[in-house]
């Protein structure tokens, strides 16, 4: 199992960039794909951003393609999201999640261990 533990949430305005971090303990973090998803008051959590073990390839939603990019750093055991020009329809809960796989994928059932999440807020 891995531990993920996210920070660099908080309350911003529209247009502005936040940088969440994911990291992880516990198994050989870079043998895994890892994913950042979010849930909304009353909606279900969605797939936003997965990158593959080397950072090689990665995947977005459509939501957030062009604004927010993922990245990892092997060494440190850390994932990032770098989220631009947020907008006030981005306000979740953002989660990091590990992958069972080493490519990228984007369904929460390819996912195993999960972080608390960190909450990100829009004002607009």
């Known amino acids: 199992q891995v531990q993920l533990v996210e920070s660099g949430g908080g309350l911003v305005q529209a247009g502005d960039s936040l940088r969440l971090s994911c990291a992880a303990s516990?198994?050989?973090?870079?043998?895994?794909?890892m994913g950042w998803f979010r849930q909304a008051p009353g909606k279900e959590r969605e797939f936003v951003a997965a990158?593959?073990?080397?950072?090689?390839?990665?995947d977005y939603a459509d939501s957030v393609k062009g604004r927010f990019t993922i990245s990892r750093d092997n060494p440190k055991n850390t994932v990032y999201l770098q989220m631009n020009s947020l907008k006030p329809e981005d306000t979740a809960v953002y989660y990091c999640?590990?992958?069972?796989?080493?490519?990228?994928?984007?369904?929460?059932?390819?996912?195993?261990?999960w972080g608390q999440g960190t909450q990100v807020t829009v004002s607009s």
């Open positions: 999640a590990r992958s069972d796989r080493s490519y990228v994928v984007a369904g929460r059932a390819e996912y195993r261990d």
């Open positions: 990158i593959s073990w080397s950072g090689g390839s990665t």
């Open positions: 516990g198994r050989t973090f870079r043998n895994y794909a």
